[in-house]
């Protein structure tokens, strides 16, 4: 018996068929007229123009219900300066500030067994027209430039937080797009630090990546009251969606070496630390600075990772029979999943499987085709084979912000299925598609270098191996892809795939029979 077929066996997978005073929705607003700005990633835009074709990519939603204006308790509670443009969310913000020092003065002291100290400074919106009254940090002054640079940031040296309102920043464009929710998000990041300001943790000289993880760990644990009703703010699944959209807006950028100073973290980890917040709660995230969570590397494989911006040529030709030297992206990825499942998970009735691309779905004949050619693949276990819709993984591989891994993740969970299927599992529905997201994972973990050198032992013959901002883009497609609601229970909700995902990443193959 092998070693997947026993935990799958041993899990069950052969089976038989605190409150603020006022309440207040998190939901997105409109954009404003004129405007043109977007986030690099925006969900809500199908990937390819949606003219009714079934063979296009999703489309999320498309129309941004407005900010509902809250009765909020302390109108003060930001600094917003003489001049400051009315924004639809500024009650809101209000409202999150109020919440999230209800909460951490019922937190604080079971994360650190101490009172919790409001903070001495003031929370100051920053814009263009703001006269120079900005504090400095170490500086007499900050001037709106530098608070473009950061988005938003907590000064330790006089307890404040400063973040950007300006119509072209980063956080009304989120707003805009994806929710006010997003900014509180950010919000309750920097109060983040502020915690660690309080217990010490900003004195010890740590990695900025460190720090970084315990404060989106806090930020998610905050939204995860806020999605369960436990506050003043509620959150919905699209905000929580937004959420993670946030986190993935501020990670490092790709070849950047995560321990370096000023370091916040792939979209991967950042996205993964706000999750483990979300889920277990701010005392976890108290354990983040002694124990934390493992980061992915972020650096470039070699010099031709570095010229190619860490994405394969597009295409199926397998390369140099010998070397594999001037392989395209599916002339690698297919020989390695079948190996990796056929051989290194050992799974000994997997028959390998063959990549096929179709124009459209009338072209993928098969009688017993499995969902998922709409997002780009979807496996005929009946000849097995899976079907590509070339034009919709054209069109994610052409975006900046899907790129290559977004089609290693899509057939990756094809293969997972396949290998359920050679397993005889008898999970349905959304948990197996989430145990397919766990398997393709693991698959990912055995592609992950080490120091610039994948793990052996492994099956002669593979060669993949994924580049900084490749995790980032399998994340991005588990968004797009995902369910809207959380009730939906088709695929699973965008959180519950990319938890699955990076249980299998982190934890391999064992995490899939947990």
């Known amino acids: 018996m092998t070693r997947l077929t026993a935990l799958l066996i041993a899990t069950g997978l052969f089976a038989a068929a605190c409150g603020a005073d006022v309440a207040v929705t998190a939901t997105r607003s409109d954009a404003p007229a004129g405007a043109t700005a977007a986030p690099p990633f925006d969900p809500g835009t199908p990937a390819i123009e949606d003219d009714g074709n079934p063979d296009d ?10 900010v509902t204006a809250p009765t909020v308790s302390d109108p003060n509670a930001i600094n917003f300066g003489p001049n400051k443009p009315a924004r639809p969310y500024d009650d809101f913000l209000l409202a999150t500030l109020a919440d999230l020092d209800t909460w951490w003065e019922q937190t604080y002291p079971e994360v650190y067994g101490e009172a919790w100290q409001p903070l001495q400074g003031d929370v100051y919106a920053a814009y263009p027209q703001r006269p120079d009254d900005l504090p400095g940090c170490g500086e007499p002054r900050t001037s709106y430039d530098d608070v473009q640079q950061f988005v938003a940031f907590y000064c330790g040296l006089a307890d ?42 900003l004195r010890q000289n740590l990695p900025t990546v460190t720090t970084e993880q315990q404060a989106d760990c806090f930020a998610g644990a905050w939204a995860g009251r806020a999605a369960r009703g436990e506050g003043g703010i509620t959150f919905s699944d699209a905000d929580v969606r937004a959420g993670l959209i946030a986190m993935l807006e501020v990670r490092d950028p790709v070849g950047i070496d995560q321990f370096a100073p000023g370091g916040h973290g792939s979209g991967f980890d950042r996205v993964g630390a706000f999750q483990v917040g979300f889920r277990e709660g701010a005392v976890r995230c108290g354990d983040l600075i002694d124990n934390p969570l493992p980061l992915m590397p972020n650096q470039f494989n070699d010099n031709n990772d570095f010229a190619n911006e860490g994405n394969a ?5 397998a390369g140099d029979p010998e070397t594999g030297v001037g392989a395209e992206l599916f002339g690698f990825l297919v020989p390695d999943l079948n190996l990796f499942w056929g051989i290194d998970a050992g799974i000994p009735d997997f028959i390998p499987l063959t990549l096929v691309p179709v124009q459209s779905e009338a072209e993928a004949a098969c009688a017993d085709l499995e969902p998922g050619l709409q997002n780009g693949a979807a496996l005929c276990p009946s000849s097995n084979t899976v079907f590509l819709n070339e034009p919709v993984a054209r069109s994610l591989y052409e975006q900046d912000t899907f790129g290559d891994f977004s089609l290693g993740y899509l057939i990756g969970v094809a293969w997972a299925e396949a290998a359920q299927r050679s397993l005889g599992s008898a999970i349905e529905g959304e948990q197996r598609e989430l145990i397919n997201d766990c398997l393709a994972g693991a698959w990912v973990q055995t592609v992950i270098p080490v120091d610039f050198q994948l793990s052996q032992p492994r099956a002669e013959g593979r060669t993949s191996i994924v580049s900084p901002g490749d995790l980032d883009e399998a994340v991005r497609t588990a968004i797009l892809i995902g369910d809207l609601d959380a009730d939906d229970n088709v695929l699973g909700s965008p959180f519950e795939k990319i938890d699955s995902f990076r249980d299998g990443v982190i934890g391999g193959l064992n995490a899939c029979a947990n």
């Open 160 to 201: 404040f937080i400063v973040y950007d309102d300006g119509d072209d920043g980063l956080l009304a464009q989120l707003a805009d797009n994806f929710g006010a929710g997003t900014i509180g998000i950010v919000l309750a990041h920097e109060y983040g630090h502020a915690i660690q300001q309080r217990s010490g943790v």
């Open 57 to 66: 990519p999703p489309s999320g939603p498309t129309t941004t219900p407005p």
């Open 313 to 317: 040529p597009f295409g199926f030709d």
